[in-house]
């Protein structure tokens, strides 16, 4: 296994409300990076964090925001739920070269259902 | 034009066939490719870099022709246990992975 996790495994909520969701990370990976997948589609990129701080962002607005904490783990913050946000989101983590062909480990992600 | 492209599929082969997968990539100054398999309601995972040179793991061959930007991946002697969604992915200069739709693959008995 990859040694990535995230919490909880499945989640639903109702529009206009707020969710947190988890990942911990590898011990040593400096480097945390959000997707979402939509059913039926790749992973999109959500944004990356590197030793704590925001490094990178794709096309989502601001109500998606970040924290990465020292202990290898973080969260992905989305404030006023719509409908489209129903997808499985994805953390995945790697040691912590910014450009290069270092791997990134997936986490087995959070399904979040938008009522 | 999408950043990654794949064969929209799906593929359905029998065990034993070979199977070929074909990604395109729209910025031509990306500099990292990959092959991901995500299996139903998983996690992606990484299958193979792919390199200029071409590269084997296997029954898995990825090819890489910067010149086309194109990316292929072929399958030989297909196994139940390949039945998966392949996933083309690629990185640029900066830090994040793009990924294709995704090409559903399933091998039949």
């Known amino acids: 296994e990859t040694g990535v996790t995230q919490s909880p495994t499945h989640l639903i909520k109702t529009r206009g409300q707020q969710v947190t969701l988890r990942c911990s990370s590898q011990?040593?990976?400096?480097?945390v990076s959000w997707y979402q997948q939509a059913l039926g589609q790749g992973p999109q990129f959500i944004f990356q964090?590197?030793?704590?701080?925001?490094?990178g962002r794709g096309n989502f607005p601001p109500r998606f925001s970040g924290l990465q904490f020292p202990n290898y783990s973080s969260e992905l913050n989305v404030n006023a739920l719509e409908l489209d946000d129903s997808a499985l989101y994805l953390c995945?983590?790697?040691?912590?070269?910014?450009?290069?062909?270092?791997?990134?480990?997936f986490g087995p992600g959070t399904r979040l259902t938008v009522l | 034009r999408k950043e990654v492209e794949q064969d929209p599929g799906p593929f359905n082969v029998p065990e034993g066939a070979t199977v070929a997968f074909n990604c395109t990539y729209s910025n031509s100054a990306s500099q990292s490719f990959f092959w991901y398999r995500q299996d139903c309601r998983k996690e992606p995972k990484l299958l193979m870099s792919v390199y200029s040179s071409g590269n084997e793991d296997g029954r898995f061959t990825a090819q890489l022709n910067r010149a086309s930007q194109y990316i292929s991946l072929l399958i030989r002697d297909s196994k139940l246990s390949d039945s998966a969604t392949y996933l083309c992915?690629?990185?640029?200069?900066?830090?994040?992975?793009?990924f294709g739709k995704g090409t559903l693959l399933t091998v039949n008995p």
């Open positions: 011990s040593g990976h400096n480097t």
């Open positions: 992915v690629v990185r640029g200069s900066n830090y994040k992975l793009t």
């Open positions: 964090y590197y030793r704590e701080e925001e490094n």
């Open positions: 995945a983590s790697s040691v912590g070269v910014v450009q290069g062909t270092d791997t990134q480990y």
